[in-house]
Nanobody, 122 residues
């Protein structure tokens, strides 16, 4: 399974970005997926999770109401729409697939992308 993120960049506080994660080599439609982020000097933290058919979505408190996770099974692509970005959202964002444990635990995920940098200036 290969996961490739895209869509990161440098934006100002209050702006929006949409991250994408293209999946190949696996059964994307059957996978639960997640987004995590890691800021310099900090541990990787949970951002959002979506179950295999998109019915169940979970968010970290810090992004709830601002970020939206979605997946397009026809395009084998996971998305993260990020609105009202804040400087504290600055991090490398990773997509992950196929959790076999708690959805907010990065160690539960079996497949990871390489990450995309998001930088929010104040």
């Amino acid at each position: 399974v290969q996961l490739v993120e895209s869509g990161g960049g440098l934006v100002q506080a209050g702006d929006s970005l949409r991250l994408s994660c293209a999946c190949s080599g696996g059964t994307f439609s059957g996978y639960a997926m997640g987004w995590f982020r890691q800021a310099p000097g900090k541990e990787r933290e949970f951002v959002a999770h979506i179950n295999w058919n998109g019915v169940i979505r979970n968010y970290a408190d810090s992004v709830n109401g601002r970020f939206t996770i979605s997946k397009d099974n026809a395009k084998n692509t996971l998305y993260l729409q990020m609105n009202t970005l804040k400087p504290e959202d600055t991090a490398v964002y990773f997509c992950a697939a196929y959790p076999t444990g708690p959805f907010n635990d990065p160690t539960a995920y079996n497949y990871w992308g390489q990450g995309t940098q998001v930088t929010v200036s104040s």
